[in-house]
């Protein structure tokens, strides 16, 4: 329902942009592959308009984002630096110990071993 309201409200506007980025370089078709009509592109303006919003759609709403360890930690090691890193495992630690899953003395070993 989303894409067909999209796709008759919105997508006409692809039109609009390519004619006016058209003009804007002053030529007259993106192409000569259909005689009279432009080229593939002139026909196809409308579509890339709804391509892009179909795959925004897609990924905002319907996909699955399989998050798992591995995935979570290499994103930590790219984007964060080592300092930011070691602060991250002092609070994991200390969740763990708060809620019980570390005992003290593991805790303690830890912590002091990151200090």
Same mark, same amino acid.
């Given at each position: 329902?989303? %894409? *067909?309201? $999209?796709?008759?409200? +919105?997508?006409? =506007? @692809? &039109?609009f =942009?390519?004619?006016?980025?058209?003009?804007a370089?002053?030529?007259?078709?993106f192409g000569? !592959?259909?005689?009279?009509h432009?080229? +593939? !592109?002139?026909?196809?303006d409308? #579509? $890339?308009?709804? @391509? *892009?919003f179909? /795959?925004?759609? /897609?990924?905002?709403f319907? *996909?699955?984002?399989? %998050?798992n360890v &591995?995935n979570?930690? #290499?994103? +930590?090691?790219?984007?964060?630096?080592?300092?930011?890193i070691?602060?991250? %495992? #002092?609070?994991? %630690? !200390? /969740?763990? /110990?708060?809620?019980?899953?570390?005992?003290?003395?593991?805790f #303690?070993?830890?912590?002091?071993?990151?200090?």
């Amino acid at each position: 329902m989303i %894409v *067909s309201m $999209f796709a008759s409200l +919105i997508a006409p =506007f @692809g &039109g609009f =942009f390519a004619s006016g980025l058209k003009r804007a370089f002053k030529i007259k078709d993106f192409g000569h !592959t259909i005689p009279g009509h432009g080229g +593939i !592109t002139d026909r196809m303006d409308c #579509q $890339f308009l709804m @391509g *892009s919003f179909s /795959y925004l759609y /897609y990924e905002t709403f319907i *996909s699955t984002h399989n %998050v798992n360890v &591995g995935n979570m930690l #290499q994103s +930590i090691i790219v984007n964060l630096e080592p300092q930011e890193i070691i602060i991250l %495992v #002092q609070s994991l %630690v !200390t /969740y763990l /110990y708060k809620i019980g899953t570390i005992d003290e003395a593991a805790f #303690q070993k830890i912590t002091s071993s990151l200090a």
